[in-house]
């Protein structure tokens, strides 16, 4: 049963359930657009998430039938009501760029599940995550430049970097939309599903993720994220790094005796 967490602010849940936080924007009658309030909440629950040894993956998502339609600049130029946001805003540096997950991200895999609407801002953020399910009838795109904006939560750095020079630029050159189909084709998503079934099938790869030995799974993603432009020389080094104390750890030893007694295996992240 998930559980509400007290991070949670108006227009962002933060839930547990087990080893998966489950991360939803909560502004359906603004197609989940950014507000102060959704960017704190935002911050918070990947804070909690990398700070929170038992927790393993987290998933974002939107409520409404939609993801996330970009930044509202009217909300965001605001004060939230709520005394707690306020006070965080003032203590939590960079807040909306960590919420955006443009800066600070998880040491953990973050899942987002997408139905509706994911652009601008939406967009960014699924760049931002780690794997990514899309429902079939979704519409993606990345349309600042339509707008005389720019991208400014790193997907004119990150775009060219997952899916390739020509496909990030048709993207953000362009400014249109991109169906889910077109980003699987890419490369940009990892799964297409049927409407409404987003959220779903994101816990159970959430599952399948939380199965894993954490120390494994964590230092997997650090490695790509630290070596993604070294050398292979280079890269091999920090891989060795932070490989081989995961070859040495107590979940190694549990791994080996699981496959040797045919049972699955039991992490501690140890």
């Known amino acids: 049963m998930a559980e509400r967490l007290p991070i949670s602010t108006e227009h962002c849940d933060v839930e547990r359930d087990g080893h998966v936080v489950i991360v939803t924007m909560n502004r359906p009658e603004a197609r989940n657009a950014l507000s102060s309030s959704m960017l704190v909440g935002l911050a918070e ?13 987290g998933i974002l998502t939107g409520a409404g039938g939609t993801f996330c339609a970009g930044a509202d600049l009217k909300a965001m130029g605001q004060t939230p009501s709520d005394p707690r ?6 203590q939590i540096p960079d807040f ?4 955006l997950l443009r800066d600070s991200r998880p040491t953990k895999p973050i899942i987002c599940a997408i139905e509706g609407y994911a652009v601008a801002g939406g967009t960014e953020l699924l760049v931002g995550t780690d794997l990514r399910v899309v429902a079939e009838g ?3 795109g ?6 005389g904006l720019f991208p400014m939560g790193g997907s004119a750095i990150r775009l060219t970097r997952q899916i390739g020079y020509a496909n990030a630029m048709d993207i953000l050159l362009t400014a249109r939309s991109v169906t889910p189909q077109e980003a699987l084709a890419m490369g940009l998503i990892n799964e297409v599903v049927p409407d409404g079934t987003a959220l779903d099938a994101a816990r159970e790869l959430a599952g399948r993720i939380a199965e ?3 120390l494994a799974v964590q230092a997997i993603l650090r490695t790509h994220r630290e070596t993604e432009h070294l050398s292979e020389a280079d890269a091999l080094k920090i891989s060795d790094e932070l ?3 995961v070859i040495g750890s107590a979940d190694a030893k ?5 496959f040797k007694e045919k049972r699955p295996a039991v992490y501690k992240g140890e």
Do not use: C, D, F
């Open 142 to 147: 990345l349309y600042e430049a339509k707008r």
């Open 212 to 214: 894993n030995a954490p």
């Open 85 to 90: 946001v306020q006070e965080r805003m003032a």
């Open 254 to 258: 549990e791994g080996s005796r699981a």
């Open 45 to 57: 629950a990947w804070a909690y998430i990398s700070e929170t040894p038992e927790v393993r993956v």
């Open 96 to 99: 909306h760029w960590k919420g």
């Open 243 to 245: 490989g081989w104390p």
């Open 138 to 140: 979704a519409t993606l």
